[in-house]
Every structure is written in C-alpha cells, then in structure tokens.
C-alpha cells in the first residue's frame, strides 16, 4: 500500500470536494493519505519516493489558484529533479474557456519535465458537463488507487 499526499489548488472548493472524496476512496484501499491545502515545499518533498495525487482547478486565464501557485513556484524554482516521485493528476475546468483545465496541464507539464512518472491519464473534469466533480471522480481514483 502506498502513502498518497493529495495537493489541492481550489478557488471555489470543488478541487477540494474532489481531494477528499479521493482520499475516502483510496483509504478504503489501504492506502496512507493526507490532503494539502495551502501546501509548502517541505510538505511535498515527504513524499519525493512515494505518491501524489495533484487535484487543481483552473481560475484567470488558464491559471493556477492561488493556493496551489506558490507550491508550483517552488517546485519549479528549487526542486529540478525528481525522478522517485509517481503521481496522477486530476484537473478540473470549464470546457467554455480556451484555456481548457490549463492549470492542470500546466502542473502536468512541471512534473513530466523534472522527470516524475504519472501513472494513469489526467482526468479532465468538465464544470459545463458535470454537476457533481466527486462523484464524477469516483471510478477513475479506484482504478488509480489499484495502479500503485
Ligand atoms: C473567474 C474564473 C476563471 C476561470 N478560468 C478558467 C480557465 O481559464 N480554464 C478553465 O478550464 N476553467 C476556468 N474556470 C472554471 C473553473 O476551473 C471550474 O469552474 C472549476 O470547477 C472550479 O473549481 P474550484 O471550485 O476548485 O476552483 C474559471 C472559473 C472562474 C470563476
């Protein structure tokens, strides 16, 4: 069983209804798992040889919220390496922008680059089409959950 930080960036709290009903699914498959808000570096680099499950929303133009934007600053700015790191992502958007679950893609991207593995595909949720972000989420952190 894994030891998951779930890293929230969430304005209107929907990415956080999505983290912790995450975490309830993923608890019942025995993983460890602590949710972030407001994270700090030293709070993400706890878990550079295990588990992270990114779950942001997108606000502005393809934006980060502001409580998740100083912890991408810092892993971009001081951390570079860290290829021990798994993680999933999920993004949360509103397919009526342009910038479509940009922030998301953009942490994605971060990650890729520093050399993390993702396991699984991003779920991109879709506020235009989907009335309830956790329960939409359900199915995909199962099968997430049973890929570590
Ligand atoms: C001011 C504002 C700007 C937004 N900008 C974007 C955007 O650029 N791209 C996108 O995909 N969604 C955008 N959204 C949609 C939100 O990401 C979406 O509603 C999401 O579910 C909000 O989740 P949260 O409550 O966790 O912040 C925006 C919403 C607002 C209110």
């Excluded at 030891?3 to 929907?14: A, D, E, W």
């Excluded at 992502?89 to 679950?101: E, K, P, R």
């Excluded at 989907?130 to 995909?140: C, G, H, I, K, L």
Aim: proline share 3%; net charge negative.
């Amino acid at each position: 069983m894994a030891k998951i930080g779930i890293f929230v960036g969430t304005v209107y709290g929907n990415a956080l209804a999505v983290a912790e009903e995450a975490q309830q699914v993923l608890e019942q498959q025995g993983h460890e798992v602590e949710v972030f808000e407001d994270a700090t570096l030293e709070q993400w680099q706890v878990y550079l040889q295990q588990v992270v499950l990114v779950v942001t929303s997108t606000t502005g133009q393809g934006d980060l919220p502001d409580n998740i934007q100083p912890l991408y600053t810092e892993l971009s700015d001081q951390l570079g390496y860290q290829p021990d790191l798994r993680y999933g992502l999920i993004a949360l958007g509103d397919s009526s922008y342009d910038t479509f679950c940009g922030g998301g893609h953009t942490f994605d991207e971060l990650l890729q680059e520093q050399g993390a593995k993702r396991f699984g595909e991003l779920l991109l949720i879709d506020a235009a089409e989907v009335v309830e972000p956790e329960v939409f989420a359900q199915d995909w952190v199962e099968d997430w959950g049973t890929l570590l």
